[in-house]
């Protein structure tokens, strides 16, 4: 059995026991990632993705973090003497071996989806839309509505006990302690409540 999947935009062609040179990835050496991005299936018969196959996955496990070989960029400018430059570098990459390939199930495994170095792996569909409206219903009305308050002073009204427009408007400015509040949030406030 093959998988055609996809990482750090490339696609890779795969079977159980090959050994890749993907993107750098957020992972250690010797743990095990999964790759939820599996365009084809292919073996006895050939699923193809429209465009990812649901529920497929592959699973690898990191072998080394590895800086690819140098890449030399060579600049060279016509009609302008001396204006020679040689620029290179080199990609740091993650070799990782394939473990297993997944046609179904692949969001039981309980195996952390492979993310990029720089990334953090997306919670599950399920969990994301729970914990944002938790907070939202908790919070009473939208602070932030309020010319010059941002999320940062909207989380120290919320910490300091105010959560509505006519709590934030019951506030005298010059006498209110737990954080700065200016008087022109008041008179909006006011309004808003």
Do not use: C
Not at 68 to 94: A, E, N, W, Y
Not at 120 to 136: E, F, H, R, T
């Amino acid at each position: 059995m093959f998988a055609v999947m996809k990482t750090g935009g490339k696609q890779y062609k795969v079977q159980a026991g090959d050994v890749l040179r993907v993107e750098k990835l957020a992972a250690d050496a010797g743990e095990t990632v999964q790759f939820n991005d599996v365009l084809m299936l292919g073996g006895d018969s050939v699923t193809v993705g429209a465009p990812l196959v649901a529920g497929a996955a592959v699973q690898a496990e990191v072998v080394d973090q590895i800086k690819g070989d140098k890449v030399i960029h060579f600049v060279k400018r016509r009609r302008k003497h001396s204006s020679q430059r040689t620029k290179g570098h080199r990609q740091k990459l993650t070799l990782v071996r394939v473990t297993e390939i997944l046609a179904s199930g692949a969001e039981k495994s309980g195996v952390k989806a492979a993310a990029g170095a720089g990334s953090v792996a997306a919670p599950a569909a399920g969990s994301a839309p729970k914990k944002a409206a938790a907070p939202a219903a908790a919070a009473g009305d939208d602070l932030t509505a309020i010319t010059g308050v941002g999320p940062a002073a909207a989380k120290k009204l919320n910490e300091a006990g105010i959560n509505t427009y006519a709590e934030l408007a019951a506030v005298n400015p010059e006498t209110f302690e737990a954080t700065k509040v200016k008087p022109e949030w008041v008179e909006q406030a006011k309004t808003l409540a």
